[in-house]
Protein backbone atom coordinates (compact mmCIF):
# COMPACT_ATOMS: atom_id res chain seq x y z
CA UNK A 1 0.00 0.00 0.00
CA UNK A 2 1.11 3.57 -1.25
CA UNK A 3 2.16 5.66 1.52
CA UNK A 4 3.58 9.51 1.57
CA UNK A 5 4.21 10.59 4.97
CA UNK A 6 4.99 14.72 5.54
CA UNK A 7 6.86 16.26 8.11
CA UNK A 8 8.75 19.47 9.37
CA UNK A 9 5.86 22.05 9.16
CA UNK A 10 5.35 24.41 11.96
CA UNK A 11 5.02 28.00 12.36
CA UNK A 12 8.24 30.83 12.03
CA UNK A 13 8.77 33.93 11.42
CA UNK A 14 9.11 36.28 8.49
CA UNK A 15 12.75 35.51 6.86
CA UNK A 16 12.72 32.37 8.88
CA UNK A 17 13.41 28.61 7.59
CA UNK A 18 11.98 25.36 7.62
CA UNK A 19 12.51 21.68 5.97
CA UNK A 20 9.99 19.71 5.07
CA UNK A 21 10.25 16.12 4.39
CA UNK A 22 8.09 13.52 2.99
CA UNK A 23 8.63 9.48 3.50
CA UNK A 24 7.89 7.35 0.96
CA UNK A 25 6.51 3.51 1.15
CA UNK A 26 4.70 0.87 -0.67
CA UNK A 27 5.48 2.10 -4.49
CA UNK A 28 8.82 2.18 -6.16
CA UNK A 29 10.19 5.70 -5.11
CA UNK A 30 13.24 5.67 -7.43
CA UNK A 31 10.63 5.15 -10.72
CA UNK A 32 7.90 8.40 -9.63
CA UNK A 33 8.51 12.27 -10.33
CA UNK A 34 7.89 14.02 -6.68
CA UNK A 35 6.29 17.24 -5.91
CA UNK A 36 5.22 19.42 -3.47
CA UNK A 37 2.17 21.59 -3.59
CA UNK A 38 0.43 23.84 -1.00
CA UNK A 39 -3.05 25.01 -0.63
CA UNK A 40 -4.10 28.24 1.35
CA UNK A 41 -7.42 29.06 3.05
CA UNK A 42 -9.81 29.62 0.29
CA UNK A 43 -7.10 29.22 -2.69
CA UNK A 44 -6.86 26.34 -4.91
CA UNK A 45 -3.65 24.05 -4.31
CA UNK A 46 -0.67 25.06 -6.12
CA UNK A 47 2.57 23.08 -7.79
CA UNK A 48 5.66 24.62 -5.81
CA UNK A 49 8.39 22.42 -6.79
CA UNK A 50 9.01 19.14 -8.85
CA UNK A 51 12.17 16.73 -9.30
CA UNK A 52 12.27 14.35 -11.62
CA UNK A 53 12.87 10.39 -11.00
CA UNK A 54 16.46 10.60 -12.79
CA UNK A 55 19.11 13.35 -13.37
CA UNK A 56 17.02 16.30 -14.30
CA UNK A 57 16.77 19.22 -12.92
CA UNK A 58 14.36 20.34 -10.88
CA UNK A 59 11.54 23.14 -11.77
CA UNK A 60 9.66 25.69 -9.32
CA UNK A 61 6.88 28.29 -9.11
CA UNK A 62 8.20 31.28 -9.69
CA UNK A 63 6.95 32.69 -6.56
CA UNK A 64 9.56 30.07 -4.54
CA UNK A 65 12.61 30.44 -6.87
CA UNK A 66 15.53 31.28 -5.01
CA UNK A 67 14.13 30.61 -1.84
CA UNK A 68 12.80 27.29 -2.15
CA UNK A 69 15.21 23.77 -2.57
CA UNK A 70 13.73 20.79 -3.74
CA UNK A 71 15.61 17.27 -3.21
CA UNK A 72 15.54 13.62 -2.68
CA UNK A 73 17.38 10.77 -1.19
CA UNK A 74 16.56 7.89 -3.53
CA UNK A 75 18.44 5.49 -0.57
CA UNK A 76 15.71 6.90 2.26
CA UNK A 77 12.94 7.13 -0.02
CA UNK A 78 12.55 10.91 0.98
CA UNK A 79 12.22 14.17 -0.95
CA UNK A 80 12.70 17.38 1.09
CA UNK A 81 11.59 21.12 0.74
CA UNK A 82 14.29 23.20 2.01
CA UNK A 83 12.11 26.70 2.23
CA UNK A 84 14.47 29.90 3.46
CA UNK A 85 13.50 33.68 3.53
CA UNK A 86 10.07 32.59 4.26
CA UNK A 87 7.28 35.18 3.77
CA UNK A 88 3.73 34.91 5.52
CA UNK A 89 1.93 34.62 1.53
CA UNK A 90 3.85 30.77 1.78
CA UNK A 91 1.41 30.13 4.88
CA UNK A 92 -0.37 26.96 3.73
CA UNK A 93 -0.65 23.35 3.75
CA UNK A 94 1.82 21.69 1.78
CA UNK A 95 1.19 18.63 0.57
CA UNK A 96 3.92 15.70 -0.99
CA UNK A 97 3.03 13.69 -4.90
CA UNK A 98 4.27 10.99 -6.49
CA UNK A 99 3.59 10.46 -9.59
CA UNK A 100 4.47 8.09 -12.50
CA UNK A 101 1.84 8.20 -15.48
CA UNK A 102 -1.92 8.04 -14.25
CA UNK A 103 -0.75 7.21 -11.09
CA UNK A 104 -0.59 10.09 -8.16
CA UNK A 105 -0.10 9.10 -4.30
CA UNK A 106 -0.70 12.27 -1.74
CA UNK A 107 0.42 12.69 1.72
CA UNK A 108 -1.77 14.42 4.40
CA UNK A 109 -0.20 17.72 4.38
CA UNK A 110 1.82 19.54 6.95
CA UNK A 111 1.16 22.82 8.14
CA UNK A 112 3.36 25.70 7.91
CA UNK A 113 2.33 29.18 9.18
CA UNK A 114 4.84 31.87 8.64
CA UNK A 115 3.71 34.64 11.11
CA UNK A 116 5.17 37.07 13.58
Known amino acids: QARLVESGGGLVQPGGSLRLSCAASGFTFTMYTMSWHRQAPGKERELVAT????????NYADSVKGRFTISRDNAKNTVYLQMNSLKPEDTAVYYCNGNLRNTNYWGQGTQVTVSS
Open 51 to 58: IPSRSSKP
